[in-house]
């Protein structure tokens, strides 16, 4: 079977091979770190990862000297010896992203879950470093 690129490269051609030896080089920093969003409300932070094809026995969530850290692994699949590869662009092995904890993070109540490829992970806000109003009261 011959694989034609995007670009109409085949790979015996010498580009390809070449940008396969780049991405094989950059592979390993791909495999450390799941991408992910930070998004702050009045509540809290929101971590989301980007964990597509996870078991859920190997997701590791915990806060470590003041650190959010999560793991998870994802294994490459067993193909049949005759099976031949002609391309591999997803990430297996142990992923790891830790983030420092903000100040106003309250260790207490921080939730994790896991739906459609997305880990979230809650951490609510100290109850006293949220915005509250003041009821001011007038005198007569």
């Not at 193909?79 to 591999?88: I, Y």
Request: charged share 30%; hydrophobic share 40%.
């Amino acid at each position: 079977m011959e694989v034609l690129m995007n670009n109409c490269l085949t790979p015996n051609d010498s580009l390809l091979r070449r940008w396969n030896v780049l991405w094989n080089e950059l592979e390993p920093a791909r495999k450390a770190a799941p991408a992910a969003d930070v998004v702050e409300n009045a509540d809290g932070y929101h971590f989301y990862f980007e964990m597509a094809g996870i078991a859920s026995e190997s997701v590791d969530v915990r806060v470590e000297d003041g650190n959010l850290v999560v793991e998870a692994e994802r294994k490459r699949p067993e193909w049949s010896k005759d099976a031949e590869v002609h391309l591999s662009e997803r990430a297996y092995g142990t992923m790891r992203r830790a983030f420092t904890m903000p100040e106003d993070a309250s260790h207490d109540g921080i939730k994790a879950a896991y739906k459609d490829g997305v880990l979230e992970v809650t951490v609510p806000k100290r109850p006293e470093s949220k915005p509250f109003k003041i009821k001011v009261e007038f005198e007569n």
